[in-house]
């Protein structure tokens, strides 16, 4: 089994920037990839993601060019640094991992986290 925490959420103004984690712990090897969602109103959206092995994230168009996802295996952690934050950034943000990845970016994951709130301010 895989374990994963995100921190990092807060309250910003909208132009500020976070940095949100997410450690993995538990059978960490399993881990093929990590994606990052934000979760609004009920509506749940893939915003980015990778593949541990290396290689260029993938980002969804509301992220692309403000989100940058990196990663420390070192230290089994995934990293989501958001600038240029807007108000529509506001929701609960989730780090998900999956063994195969059958369904990347967005599809099929295996381990999610309890998550951590980011909220935007006008």
């Known amino acids: 089994q895989v374990q994963l925490m995100e921190s990092g959420g807060d309250s910003v103004q909208a132009g500020g920037s976070l940095r949100l984690s997410c450690v993995a712990s538990?059978?960490?090897?399993?881990?093929?990839?990590v994606s990052w969602f934000r979760q609004n109103l009920g509506q749940r959206e893939g915003v980015a993601a990778v593949?541990?092995?290396?290689?260029?994230?993938s980002y969804s168009y509301s992220a692309r060019g403000r989100f940058t996802l990196s990663q420390d295996k070192t230290k089994n952690t995934w990293y989501l640094q958001m600038n240029n934050l807007k108000p529509e950034d506001t929701g609960m943000y989730y780090c998900?991992?999956?063994?195969?990845?059958?369904?990347?970016?967005?599809?099929?994951?295996?381990?999610w986290g309890k998550g951590t709130l980011v909220t935007i301010s006008s």
């Open positions: 998900a991992a999956d063994d195969q990845c059958l369904g990347y970016p967005y599809r099929n994951m295996d381990y």
């Open positions: 593949f541990t092995s290396g290689g260029t994230p």
């Open positions: 538990g059978q960490t090897t399993k881990i093929g990839c």
